[in-house]
């Protein structure tokens, strides 16, 4: 696949959420100023991004960073304050490698803190996994890597109502796997995403 190719791909992906946050947007006239945040949270959110991988030999590495897709990205958490939860989340990032379907991601823990109604911060770490995509596991796609990863991420609610809430987000994951003979690889990826909550 060229770089005009990815380019378009991901360019399609950033269009279809911007096309869902127009469509929903219209909603927050009904929406109630803040949302009933008291006990548990979920969430999941779906949207596009690049990545950019590199081994530690300078193997298998894109040149430039490549279009990927989120879905589903999962969050868990509990209220600990009315606008601080500790949270759990499986992100990560679909992208294609040597013709096949792969996954950056991990299991994190981590906080997030509402600093206004809308805007939160979220940060976290924990297990990086690199992986076949569940759907593309074959005898040349199966290799499962793991180290650590951390992430960042901030998101505002454009709408809210009750025990439920929307958001646009943004989130930059970085991590490091371990491979065989002593290698490692090294990855960053940058998503943007419509996420959807309950609480």
């Not at 949207?47 to 490549?66: P, R, Y």
């Amino acid at each position: 696949m060229n770089t005009k190719t990815r380019s378009k791909k991901t360019m399609n992906k950033l269009n279809l959420i911007a096309l869902i946050l127009i469509s929903f947007v219209t909603l927050n006239q009904n929406a109630q100023e803040t949302p009933n945040r008291e006990k548990f949270i979920f969430e999941f959110s779906v949207g596009a991004g690049s990545i950019s991988l590199e081994n530690s030999e300078g193997t298998q590495t894109f040149d430039k960073s490549e279009g990927t897709m989120i879905f589903p990205d999962l969050k868990v958490g509990y209220m600990v304050k009315e606008n601080l939860a500790i949270t759990a989340s499986l992100p990560g990032s679909i992208y294609s490698f040597e013709g096949n379907d792969r996954h950056f991601g991990g299991v994190l823990t981590g906080v997030q803190y509402w600093f206004s109604n809308k805007w939160w911060l979220n940060g976290g770490l924990g297990l990086a996994i690199d992986s076949p995509a569940l759907y593309d596991i074959s005898d040349i796609n199966d290799d499962w890597n793991f180290g650590k990863i951390v992430s960042v991420g901030v998101g505002y609610e454009f709408y809210q109502k009750e025990n439920f809430a929307m958001n646009i987000q943004s989130k930059v994951l970085m991590g490091r796997v371990n491979l065989d003979n002593n290698q490692h690889r090294d990855a960053v990826s940058f998503g943007l995403s419509v996420g959807f909550n309950w609480f």
